[in-house]
C-alpha cells in the first residue's frame, strides 16, 4: 500500500474515532443529563434564586416568605422571622422535585385535585407559588395516585400532570408556626459582657460583667469572682431560648398575666451602648409569657424559668480544683494530729506507678486514692463562706494553720516540667454543715458539703479509716510466711 493511501486511511480512523468518542461517549453523558433533566418537574433555576414563597398553610393562612438580604422572613399576614431551615427545605423540594411518571396529556386536571383555584371543587389541595427573578410560578399538589400512593402534581403555568414520591412535598405541609423561627434572638453568646438578672421581689439585681478576653465577676450586689461555667451556661440559654408558640395579639390576653414579673433580664453586647431588655411574666396553660422587647410577645416553656437563676450564690465562683485526670502524677498530703499542742504532724506521698498509685509512706489503698483524684479533678464547694477572714477567724475554723494540707503535681506528659494541680488547705469538718477549705492561691473561705467531703482526707484520722484500713487489712489477712530454719535438717 503507497504512503499516500495509509495516510488516507489514518485520517479517515482518526475522524471515525473522534466521531465515536464525541457520539456515544460525551454524547452518552449529555443525553444521561437531558434525560435527568427531563425528569424534573422544573428545570430552569436553583433554589437559591428563589426569592419568595407564597402558600396556604395547613391551618388555613395565606403567607408570604420573602428572602432578604440571605434571611429568610415571614411579610405577611405580619413581618416576622421565618425559620430558615424550614424555607430552604420548601424551595429545595420546588427546584429538585423528580417526576416518577407523567399522566397522558388532554385530562382534566380537576379530575386529580388540580384545579388552579384551592377553594373550587377539584382545585390543587395544595398551591405553592413562588419567585423567580421576579417571574411568579407555581406547583400544584394533587390527590394521591390510586396505585403506589404517589402524589399528582403539576406546574401553575400549563396542564401537563405528573405523579412524584409522596414524601417530596412533605416541605409543604406545614402550619404557619412551623414556618417561623422560634429562636427569640439572634445574638452571639460570646457577643454579652454584661448581663443582670431581677428577680420579682424588688430586690437588689444580680450584674454579671467582664471585660473583652477576660474572665466573669460579679459586680453586684457585691464585687467577687464569679462561675464562668455558670455564667456561660445563663448567657447561653438566654441565646437559644426558643418559643413554644407565638402571641401575635398580647392584648387578648388578661393583662394581669402580662403584668405579672417573674424575672427581668438585660444584656449588654460588645460595640453596643444600651442595654437589651426581656421579662418573664405569668403562666398560662401553655407555658410563660415572655416578653422579649419592642412589644414581641412568645410563650416559652414553664420549666425555662430554671434556667435563669436569681440568687447571687449560683453565680459565686466556687471552683476548687479542675484538671485534667490523666495529668495527675503526684498527690503530698500533711496532717496535724490531733494533740494539745499541735504540733505532731502525718506526712504521706503517693505517686502513680504503672501498677497504680502507691506510697512508701503508708498501707495507702490504691483504688480509693484513683477515687480521691478523680474527684478532685472536678471538685466545687457547695457555698463561699466569706472573701477573706482575719487570722483569728481563720484559726477558729482549723485554717490556720490548716488541719490538713493536698497537693496534687503533674503533667500532661511524664517529660513536661511539673505544674501544680491542686492546692487546698481543710480545716473544720461538721457532719451537718460539711468541711471548710481554702485555695493556697485565694483568700476566698469555701464550704465543701458533707457528702462530698467524706471523701476528702481532712484529717490525719479520716486518712487513716477511709484511705489505709483496707490496704491495712488485706496486709493482716495475708501476712508473709513463716520460714523453720530447720526444714529439711535430718534430725540427730
Do not use: C
Not at 243 to 249: E, I
Not at 407 to 419: F, N, S, W, Y
Request: charged share 30%.
Amino acid at each position: 500500500m503507497s504512503p499516500r493511501a495509509t495516510g488516507i486511511l489514518a485520517v479517515v480512523a482518526l475522524a471515525l474515532g473522534l466521531f465515536v468518542w464525541l457520539h456515544e461517549i460525551e454524547g452518552e453523558a449529555d443525553r444521561q443529563a437531558a434525560a435527568e433533566e427531563e425528569k424534573q418537574v422544573f428545570r430552569d433555576f436553583a433554589a437559591a434564586e428563589i426569592d419568595a414563597v407564597l402558600l396556604r398553610t395547613l391551618d388555613g393562612i395565606d403567607a408570604r416568605f420573602e428572602r432578604r438580604e440571605g434571611r429568610w422572613w415571614l411579610v405577611d399576614p405580619l413581618l416576622a422571622r421565618a425559620d430558615a431551615t424550614a424555607l430552604d427545605s420548601i424551595t429545595n423540594a420546588l427546584a429538585n422535585l423528580p417526576k416518577e411518571g407523567s399522566v397522558a396529556a388532554g385530562k382534566n386536571l380537576a379530575d386529580f385535585d388540580l384545579g388552579a383555584d384551592p377553594d373550587a371543587p377539584g382545585g390543587a389541595r395544595r398551591l405553592v407559588r413562588f419567585e423567580v427573578a421576579g417571574e411568579i410560578r407555581g406547583l400544584r399538589v394533587g390527590r394521591t395516585t390510586p396505585v403506589g400512593g404517589h402524589r399528582y402534581v403539576a406546574r401553575l403555568a400549563d396542564d401537563a400532570i405528573a405523579y412524584v414520591e409522596s414524601f417530596r412535598v412533605n416541605a409543604f405541609e406545614r402550619n404557619l408556626a412551623d414556618l417561623r423561627d422560634r429562636d427569640v434572638f439572634t445574638f452571639a453568646s460570646d457577643d454579652v459582657e454584661r448581663i443582670t438578672i431581677a428577680g420579682p421581689d424588688g430586690g437588689r439585681p444580680i450584674v454579671l460583667g467582664r471585660e473583652a478576653g477576660a474572665s466573669w465577676q460579679i459586680l453586684e450586689p457585691f464585687a467577687a469572682k464569679a462561675d464562668g461555667e455558670a455564667v456561660r451556661e445563663l448567657v447561653s440559654n438566654l441565646a437559644h431560648l426558643r418559643a413554644r408558640s407565638f402571641v401575635d395579639a398580647p392584648e387578648a390576653i388578661d393583662r394581669a398575666l402580662r403584668d405579672e414579673t417573674a424575672l427581668r433580664l438585660a444584656w449588654r453586647l460588645a460595640g453596643e451602648d444600651a442595654d437589651r431588655t426581656a421579662r418573664i411574666a405569668g403562666s398560662t396553660e401553655g407555658g410563660r409569657l415572655f416578653e422579649a422587647g419592642r412589644g414581641e410577645w412568645v410563650l416559652i416553656a414553664e420549666e425555662r424559668l430554671e434556667d435563669f437563676p436569681a440568687e447571687v450564690e449560683d453565680y459565686r465562683f466556687k471552683r476548687l480544683a479542675d484538671f485534667d485526670l490523666a495529668s495527675a502524677r503526684r498527690v503530698e498530703l500533711h496532717f496535724l494530729e490531733a494533740s494539745p499542742d499541735s504540733s505532731a504532724s502525718l506526712d504521706v506521698v503517693a505517686e502513680l506507678r504503672e501498677v497504680g498509685w502507691a506510697s512508701e509512706d503508708s498501707p495507702l489503698d490504691p483504688d480509693r486514692m484513683t477515687r480521691l483524684v478523680r474527684d478532685l479533678s472536678n471538685l466545687a464547694a457547695s457555698a463561699v463562706l466569706a472573701e477573706e477572714m482575719g487570722e483569728a477567724e481563720l484559726a477558729g475554723l482549723g485554717l490556720a494553720p490548716p488541719r490538713a494540707r493536698l497537693r496534687v503535681e503533674g503533667g500532661l506528659e511524664p517529660g513536661d516540667p511539673v505544674e501544680t494541680l491542686a492546692d487546698l488547705r481543710f480545716g473544720r469538718f461538721d457532719a451537718a454543715r460539711g468541711l471548710v477549705v481554702q485555695r493556697a492561691d485565694m483568700d476566698t473561705v469555701f464550704v465543701v458539703a458533707p457528702e462530698v467531703a467524706e471523701g476528702l482526707p481532712y484529717s490525719a484520722d479520716h486518712y487513716r479509716f477511709a484511705f489505709e484500713t483496707l490496704a491495712a487489712a488485706e496486709e493482716a489477712e495475708d501476712p508473709a510466711p513463716e520460714i523453720d530454719p530447720l526444714e529439711g535438717v535430718p534430725a540427730p
